[in-house]
T-cell receptor, first 114, second 114 residues
Framework: EPEVTQTPSHQVTQMGQEVILRCVPISNHLYFYWYRQILGQKVEFLVSFYNNEISEKSEIFDDQFSVERPDGSNFTLKIRSTKLEDSAMYFC????????????FGEGSRLTVL | AQSVTQLGSHVSVSEGALVLLRCNYSSSVPPYLFWYVQYPNQGLQLLLKYTSAATLVKGINGFEAEFKKSETSFHLTKPSAHMSDAAEYFCAVRPSNSGYALNFGKGTSLLVTP
């Protein structure tokens, strides 16, 4: 069964460092998303990406964040200068073309900022 | 903005008992509604979805949910709880006229006792 894969599964970094989280969406999907879940809190939308550009972003997705689809398979989230409050589980998701299609989520990348 | 409210952050049931997890939505346009489950240290897995077809939706693992427009609800039920149902359950909404983000509720943690 096709699945969304994310790397790394866990990353520990120092405050102020740059972090790149990687995702390989399901191959024929066209919509891509990043969500985050701070420990004990709800899953929050960060950004959606379609046709090589950002479709929608939340207030959380400030100038410190960027997304990119550098090739035909990877979808990355970059945090330019990490802060303590960026510590969270980051989920990548993808969706096919059908408007009623559900999002398929990866298993997440846990980011710990020290 | 479209949102969901999950009543009860923790629900405890006995094995074999009825499971009822509550979700109410707020949407200015007909919504698409989803229930996702998150097992410990795993990603989000779709249980079921409502996309304006049948109001009673059956999902995986014996779960079902009923869309009630008059009550703006989409409660998740299962007739008989199993120990393996213990997990975090998230209700989510996406407006039918949007291709983009899901908005998640805060989640309900289901505990199943022997």
């Amino acid at each position: 069964e096709p699945e969304v894969t994310q790397t790394p599964s866990h990353q520990v970094t120092q405050m102020g460092q740059e972090v790149i989280l990687r995702c390989v969406p399901i191959s024929n999907h066209l919509y891509f998303y990043w969500y985050r879940q701070i420990l004990g809190q709800k899953v929050e939308f960060l950004v959606s990406f379609y046709n090589n550009e950002i479709s929608e972003k939340s207030e959380i997705f400030d100038d410190q964040f960027s997304v990119e689809r550098p090739d035909g398979s990877n979808f990355t989230l970059k945090i330019r200068s990490t802060k303590l409050e960026d510590s969270a589980m980051y989920f990548c998701a993808s969706r096919g073309l059908r408007p009623t299609g559900e999002l398929f989520f990866g298993e997440g990348s846990r980011l710990t900022v020290l | 903005a479209q949102s969901v409210t999950q009543l009860g952050s923790h629900v405890s049931v006995s094995e074999g008992a009825l499971v009822l997890l509550r979700c109410n939505y707020s949407s200015s346009v007909p919504p698409y509604l989803f229930w996702y489950v998150q097992y410990p240290n795993q990603g989000l897995q779709l249980l079921l979805k409502y996309t304006s077809a049948a109001t009673l939706v059956k999902g995986i693992n014996g779960f079902e949910a009923e869309f009630k427009k008059s009550e703006t609800s989409f409660h998740l039920t299962k007739p008989s709880a199993h120990m393996s149902d213990a997990a975090e359950y998230f209700c989510a909404v996406r407006p039918s006229n949007s291709g983009y983000a899901l908005n998640f509720g805060k989640g309900t943690s289901l505990l199943v006792t022997p």
